[in-house]
Nanobody, 126 residues
Framework: QVQLVESGGGLVQAGGSLRLSCAAS????????MGWLRKASGKECEFVAA????????YYTDSVKGRFTISRDNAKKTMSLQMDSLKPEDTAVYYC???????????????????WGQGTQVTVSS
């Protein structure tokens, strides 16, 4: 059974930084694409970033390129999202998700991820 648990959300001023973490259980973590998706109030779930099974390739949505960095540690079964230069439009609930269908690439649809964490709120004030 796969379980994903996020931590690290909170309230920050525009221009500030936060680091989100995701702790995974289960045997599939080290062979899966892992991703971060977010859902702002009143909006659809949006792809933010993904990382391939080994951590050698990363993918980002255009709005966060150069500001966010995704990483993973397969030995510890953890994934992180370093968020710098945060903007009010980054405010959302952020979800850690695992896609066992892929070992590489950037699945961008929420339907392509089969395991999800409970989400962590990130609020950026102006």
């Amino acid at each position: 059974q796969v379980q994903l648990v996020e931590s690290g959300g909170g309230l920050v001023q525009a221009g500030g930084s936060l680091r989100l973490s995701c702790a995974a259980s289960g045997r599939t973590f080290s062979s899966s694409v892992m991703g971060w998706l977010r859902k702002a109030s009143g909006k659809e779930c949006e792809f933010v970033a993904a990382i391939n099974w080994s951590g050698s390739r990363t993918y980002y949505t255009d709005s966060v390129k150069g500001r966010f960095t995704i990483s993973r540690d397969n030995a510890k079964k953890t994934m992180s999202l370093q968020m710098d230069s945060l903007k009010p439009e980054d405010t959302a609930v952020y979800y850690c998700a695992e896609s066992t269908r892929y070992t590489d690439g950037a699945p961008r649809g929420s339907y392509e991820y089969n395991y999800w964490g409970q989400g962590t709120q990130v609020t950026v004030s102006s």
